[in-house]
């Protein structure tokens, strides 16, 4: 077949991105990668439509090329289309380098014995250096371009393996101080010498070695394998986070360097640094954090050479240099900031963060900044969130929150205020400039406008979140936690349906606020009258907070609630709150509440709960009942039977996975009736019962499959074939995922995950119907009219085993026979579900080895499987 059109390929790619997983699993899954590699050298499509299959290629490399083998051939292929692309301008030839080295470091093929990986190597070294490679890479004019894109993609293939381009430190460090492109040469430098420093002190090479010369010593070439075999399990992140202390210690502590080493490592460092002003700031904070990281593991080495950046990029607006700033400081400290500098950082980050004409995202990463700021001298143990010190209220005036403040906003600024209120404790409580005051006044107004009847659940949830970030940060504050304890006491009078919230936040927050809110809301709650419509509210609160021994005030409004209680949820809600005071031990009071329930209560399940928990109350010790009502269902030795029998109930109704009890494979396939069916064989390992065996076919290949029910299978007993109907939408292979689902001897219900099953081509076959006796031949021949000109015809050679041509017709083809003339010619027709057929013309040749066949079909994407079934059928004799 030959190349696609681009409004076809168009029609393909749409198909594909819409669902991957579902294109490839369909019949063109298979072929759309040998298309593509085969499409890019047609000259029918146009260089754009080329360019859209090899962004598909940059995409989805694992997907098109799933394994080894073809991902070595397809950047072989891609390799071989670029070397043939003519020497005028081409915008082909960037996109095929970038496809090749994706397919390279995605599909694991990169390695010394890849011969893809041995031809591209030094040609990306020879682009990157600027050298002539070659007629087929294009004029002058391209060079440029062609030069960074290959420096990209030898930082790519650095990054697969770290320390790979050890070998040629010197010879890039040659190639920063000659006319090209400065930013890509910088960061493959920068990257390739931070992979060195990490992999040397393992490989034992020379630094100095490494940094001077510009190929590799072992003999190799400039690739030095050794060293990425050495660093591939050490890869660290490319973006600005330290490691920790002891991660760091792992990885470059243990380099120390000679002086002469030294030397060439700082004049590589300051060979980058030197020409940084000229990256794109997202490029200088990449460059930044590697060369930090670097310079950070050499021992007794200062980070001097940093500090004529310091004095340009203090005063950077550029998020990300700014970015890459406060990383230096975490990484370095006081060794290259000094306290002037910190007291600078601090201001423009306090200033930036109230300019009022900021983006939201803007203001959000400076607040970030403020609350995670590296000092030189942290004062507290280490890990503990406190303010900076030179960060005090006069600074902080301007960042106070405000309930005008976006919410995210808010809740950045209340983290601040926060840290500053702990670090403000022995202030005047009551003074306008107190911090603890401007949080008394916000916690207020926010819990002002939760309580406002009907008002947004937005209000109601940032109130929370608020206060749950108050008692993170000041657990230890009385003074504080008790005003956000009553205000949340007269936000629950005010509104009772936040009562979710409420046992939200109990959950979360510790018990310095858990403790006294707990017993302020419970009282609040047995305090208010059982029978209003806010009843189910204070009953789910009341579940959360009641104490375990039952008090006569819960249990007075227990009572009283229980002649309100009309509906099932209401009920359950109330015994569920009878649940937590019996796991306490309950009393007598419980007991005759209990006993009221079960009288009273209109639900059949409520009284029946009434009456086990007041049964188990009455039986069981405190001890006991504790562990019996406990959530967990692994229950001790000492509890009652009642508890073991209720946990083989709870086991007999959930279904188990377990091993698979049966072995399911397709049995021998019988070309009868005109319904396709799979013969099946099953065989039992242990007894099953009540089976139910579920198949499924991903994609949209087969209509959905029914279910097969056997109602008991015995190892050692025959079982009878199963037959599984099937819909196939288009004629193709498939494999079914089957699942089973069935019941032990012990009557528990399991289910099982089974090996997928194939369903081959061969396993489609249909005969046609017969036609009256010597109507044959007329029948094929219309048959074979019919095809053209809507189908496809092909020919094939069918190999033939020692048996002949009349053997192999009998042993596979013989239910599909329309026309025989044997042993030399047969006339073949076979239907393939839905609508397509298959038409066969074999023809003994003079030679013994095979035979030809002509095929015609009314569904052309029937012929490669055709072609494949044929040719296999001499490998089957």
């Not at 002891?246 to 060979?271: D, F, I, K, N, T």
């Not at 006339?827 to 040749?845: K, T, V």
Request: glycine share 8%.
């Amino acid at each position: 077949m030959g190349p696609l059109s681009r409004e076809a390929w168009a029609q393909r790619l749409g198909a594909f991105r819409a669902s991957p997983s579902a294109f490839m699993a369909g019949a063109d899954g298979e072929d759309l990668g040998r298309d593509l590699l085969s499409d890019l050298r047609s000259e029918k499509l146009s260089e754009q439509t080329k360019v859209s299959l090899l962004a598909l290629s940059l995409e989805y490399p694992a997907q098109l090329w799933p394994d080894v083998p073809a991902a070595e051939a397809a950047a072989t292929s891609l390799l071989d289309t670029m070397v043939l692309l003519p020497p005028r301008p081409s915008a082909l030839r960037r996109p095929l380098l970038l496809a090749a080295t994706t397919v390279l470091a995605s599909g694991g093929v990169l390695g010394p014995t890849s011969g893809a990986s041995c031809r591209l190597l030094p040609l990306l070294l020879g682009l990157a250096s600027g050298r002539d490679v070659g007629r087929g890479f294009g004029p002058i004019s391209e060079q440029r371009p062609l030069q960074a894109t290959a420096c990209e993609c030898l930082r790519e293939l650095e990054s697969c393996k770290p320390g790979l381009l050890g070998g040629i430190l010197g010879l890039l460090r040659s190639l920063l101080g000659q006319e090209g492109p400065i930013q890509p040469l910088s960061l493959l430098l920068a990257l390739a010498l931070r992979n060195t420093l990490v992999v040397q002190p393992r490989s034992g090479a020379s630094l100095q070695g490494l940094l001077m010369a510009g190929v590799s010593s072992t003999g190799s070439g400039p690739w030095d394998w050794t060293l990425a075999e050495k660093g591939h399990s050490h890869l660290q992140p490319q973006a600005p986070c330290w490691p920790a202390a002891e991660e760091g210690a792992c990885a470059l502590a243990v380099l120390e360097p000679s002086p002469e080493e030294v030397r060439e490592l700082r004049a590589a460092v300051a060979q980058l640094l030197d020409t940084s002003y000229l990256l794109t700031p997202v490029a200088q904070a990449q460059l930044l954090w590697l060369l930090g990281w670097a310079l950070r593991g050499l021992q007794g080495q200062t980070p001097a050479l940093f500090k004529p950046q310091l004095v340009r990029l203090l005063g950077t607006a550029q998020l990300t240099l700014l970015h890459a700033v406060l990383a230096l400081k975490a990484a370095f400290g006081e060794a290259l900031f000094t306290a002037q500098d910190e007291a600078l950082l601090l201001r423009r980050l306090t200033l930036a963060a109230q300019h009022p004409a900021l983006p939201l995202p803007t203001h959000l990463f400076y607040l970030h900044c403020l609350l995670s700021f590296p000092e030189n001298c942290p004062l507290g143990p280490e890990g503990e969130e406190a303010a900076p010190l030179l960060l005090g209220p006069q600074l902080c005036r301007g960042l106070m929150p405000s309930l005008l403040h976006d919410p995210m906003v808010l809740l950045s600024r209340l983290h601040l205020l926060c840290l500053l209120c702990a670090e403000d404790e022995e202030e005047e409580k009551g003074q306008v400039q107190n911090p603890q005051w401007y949080l008394e006044e916000l916690l207020a107004g926010l819990q002002q406008r939760a309580a406002l009847d009907g008002g947004p659940r937005v209000l109601a949830t940032l109130c929370f979140q608020a206060s749950y970030l108050v008692a993170s940060c000041l657990a230890r504050q009385p003074m504080i936690l008790t005003p956000l304890i009553q205000g949340l006491t007269q936000l629950y009078r005010a509104r009772p349906v936040l009562a979710p919230h409420f046992v939200d936040l109990l959950d979360r927050v510790g018990p310095e606020l858990e403790e006294p809110l707990r017993v302020v809301l419970q009282q609040e709650v047995v305090s208010r009258p059982g029978r209003d419509e806010a009843l189910r509210w204070h009953l789910q609160m009341l579940a959360k907070v009641a104490e375990r021994d039952a008090q006569s005030a819960t249990l007075s409004f227990l009572q009283a609630a229980a002649a309100h209680c009309a509906n099932w949820g209401l009920q359950q809600t109330l015994l569920r709150v009878c649940r937590v005071l019996l796991r306490g031990g309950g009393g007598p009071g419980l007991a005759d509440l209990l006993q009221v329930l079960a009288r009273q209560l209109e639900d059949p399940d409520g009284r029946d709960h009434a009456r086990l928990y007041y049964i188990l109350l009455a039986h069981l010790a405190g001890p006991k009942l504790g562990v019996a009502l406990g959530p967990s269902l692994a229950a001790p030795a000492l509890t009652s039977s009642l508890v073991a029998e209720n946990q083989s109930f709870a086991a007999a109704l959930i279904v188990q996975e377990a091993p698979a009890p049966i072995r399911l494979s397709v049995g021998p396939q019988k070309a009868t009736g005109p319904l396709l069916v799979l013969q099946l064989q099953v065989e039992a390992l242990e007894p099953v019962y009540s089976l139910e065996l579920r198949f499924r076919v991903e994609g949209q290949l087969y209509a959905p499959l029914e279910a097969v029910h056997v109602p008991c299978l015995c190892p050692g007993r025959p079982a009878h074939p199963l037959f599984l109907p099937l819909q196939p939408r288009r004629p193709a292979p498939a494999q079914l995922e089957v699942r089973a689902l069935y019941t032990t001897p012990t009557g528990i219900t399991c289910h099982a995950h089974l090996p997928p099953l194939p369903v081959n081509f061969a396993d489609l076959f249909l005969p046609f119907p017969q036609p009256p006796e010597g109507a044959q031949p007329g029948f094929f021949e219309g048959l074979w009219d019919s095809c053209l000109p809507k189908g496809a015809e092909s020919r094939v050679w069918c190999p033939l085993g020692p048996q002949g041509l009349e053997a192999l017709v009998s042993r596979h083809l013989e239910p599909f026979v329309m026309v025989a003339q044997p042993p030399t010619s047969y006339h073949i027709a076979i239907r393939l579900p839905p609508n397509s057929m298959l038409l066969l013309r074999l023809q003994a040749a003079q030679v013994d080895d095979g035979v030809p066949v002509a095929l015609r079909t009314n569904d052309w994407a029937v012929l490669p499987l055709a072609g494949d079934y044929l040719r296999g059928l001499s490998v089957t004799e």
